[in-house]
């Protein structure tokens, strides 16, 4: 029945998904949450990911019900709380009429742009931007009436925007800051109490996403995101104003299809909404200079490459690191919807316009549902993935493995299912050391950012050249190809389809010692047979696995020049633990304590003094 919002081969079913039944099955399986992510990438961190799942309470859904549901129901109830926030800020802060106030949440439930996060699947943006509306009604609250009650709808909106996007908190954030600095010193309230409260907001939200704040803070310098410093390039990128515009006003006429295309493209407002905000602008008595002060910044910065201030922009290292120059539409997006229901406002006043009001109500409705449609009927792009006589072949081979298609022919989620490992994958953020020596394992090199290994522009290609002596060394047994492999190094299993399956005679075990337990936050390896100096494991290096000789006698865990770990064994050594610890772990459910203290006392001391 939602095949066209669960299956459209998109991030929800290629990366949200797997994440999501990943986390399930191995918190059933090992009763608690996997912090290492052993089933692509040959192993990634999963904690300081910033789509992890495991801190936004909404996704304990997923416990209880399968994924499929649980996503609709997510999406749905997310869509609620975000049309009810659009509503009361309608109806309660600009005093709109009752139908002004229902249109703005039409305009939000019904935009185009909230189509293309359906047909994407970026269920991320979602989720975040449907706490925007609650996190600017507690900026305005806070503003004018400060009290701790706007303080906690502050830190609740703000927490949830960052658990589910880091990007748009960010973003956001400063906007909620500029915001409510402007509206302080026009309104003459600049005054210590009422800052307090908005630090406070502040304060709380760091404390209630410190664990992954700060473990997204540590890991970062060492992603793949921080190489957008040396090479700095932020998307989409524009070929004119021409089509800039035409993604805003035409783009269903626009010969680029952008409906069809770039989905960070997709930034129509639709013609009557934009009409209406127009005509509210002009109706405006107050802050006009400052709408459109921020409706210009917003502009400067989406126009990405064509903005005349591009070349100042692309040096500041907060814009190249947010990689995706339109995620600040969000702000250009609410200031039209709330204008267009201002706008709607002003004519519902003069009584002999109700035929008028009317037409125009069903109008945009019709247009933004059709661009809707016309969103969401996209054709879906049918990636070739292995059948499952092929999964099947690979799910006989009893012994730990990783596997390679040199053109991603195993989905990230066909691998979780299937128990099967990955040296590709599609990530947020990878790994630097990793990440490097892709190009070794891949035998292609790339010099821009990318979210998946190999990238998929040298993917679609289809002639990728392996190093199947580095594979080897990264425990991959088997390599997958849609056409004939001449190498020496590989042994012929199976043509399945259109794909070629071969067996590397360079595959390497995990490790050199036996392995008794194999989890995502745990490995225990025998070395009772102690014939070597040193214990080499296939297990991609980061500075959070600790080894315990004995299961006790903490030892330094080295990276070798491929990335991979090895540690040096004492000659006593019956058996080596390697645990996952994250080290701002500790420290970050330590600040959650002291400000949950924090709040039971100040809620305490206020009941008392009956305020």
Known sequence: MFSFILERNNDLSNFFWPIVYYTKDHFFKDHAFPLWNISMLSGTPLLPDPQAPFFYPPNLVFLILPIDIGFILLIFLHLLIGSLGVFVISRKIFNLALLASIFTTLLFVFSPKMADFLEAGHVGLIYSSCFLPWLFLAVLKLSSQPNFRWTLLFTISASAIFLTHPIIFAL???????????????????????????????????????????????????????????????????????????????????????????????????????????????????????????????????????????????????????????????????????????????????????????????????????????????????????????????????????????????????????????????????????????????????????????????????????????????????????????????????????????????????????????????????????TSSSLDISLVYNPNWKAYLNGSIKTKVQQKPNALSKIDLQPDTKFVDFKYEPSQFKIGAFTILVVTIMVFLFTRSKVNRGI
């Open 172 to 530: 956001s954030i400063t906007f909620s800051l500029i915001i409510y600095l402007y509206l302080l010193i026009t309104s003459k309230k600049f005054a210590i109490k009422n800052i307090s409260f908005f630090g406070l907001g502040l304060l709380l939200t760091f404390g209630l996403i410190s664990i992954p704040l700060l473990s997204q803070i540590e890991w970062s310098p060492e992603t793949n995101r921080f190489l957008l410093l040396q090479v700095r390039d932020t998307y989409p990128k524009w070929g004119s104003f021409k089509e800039f515009g035409e993604s805003i006003l035409f783009p269903w006429l626009s010969t680029k299809k952008i409906f069809w295309g770039d989905s960070e493209k997709v930034l129509y407002l639709g013609i009557l909404p934009l009409v209406l905000a127009i005509y509210g602008f002009l109706k405006l008595k107050h802050h006009r200079l400052a709408i459109l002060i921020l409706l210009s910044g917003t502009l400067l910065i989406s126009l990405n490459n064509l903005s005349p201030i591009y070349f100042l922009l692309i040096k500041l290292d907060w814009f190249a690191l947010m990689r995706v120059a339109t995620r600040v539409w969000f702000v250009i997006l609410f200031l039209t919807i709330l204008l267009a229901g201002f706008g709607l406002d002003q004519l519902i006043k003069q009584k002999n316009l109700k035929v008028l009001i009317f037409c125009l109500l069903v109008a945009t409705l019709l247009e933004l549902g059709s661009s809707s449609y016309l969103q969401l009927s996209k054709p879906i792009n049918q990636s070739p993935f292995l059948s499952n006589e092929g999964i099947q072949l690979l799910k006989s081979d009893p012994a730990i493995f990783r596997v390679f298609c040199l053109t991603k022919c195993i989905s990230q989620k066909q691998a979780v299912v299937n128990n099967l490992e990955l040296v590709d994958g599609y990530d947020t953020l990878i790994q630097k050391n990793y990440y490097q020596e892709a190009w070794q394992l891949t035998g292609q090199y790339w010099n821009y950012y990318s979210l998946s290994i190999p990238p998929i522009s040298t993917n679609t290609l289809g002639k990728i050249n392996p190093d199947i002596k580095s594979l080897g060394e990264y425990n991959t047994k088997y390599i997958i190809a849609p056409f004939l492999l001449t190498d020496s190094g590989l042994t012929f299993k199976k043509q399945i389809d259109n794909y070629y399956i071969y067996q590397n005679n360079y595959f390497q075990t995990r490790s050199n010692f036996p392995i008794v337990i194999y989890s995502p936050n745990f490995i225990r390896l025998d070395t009772t047979k102690n």
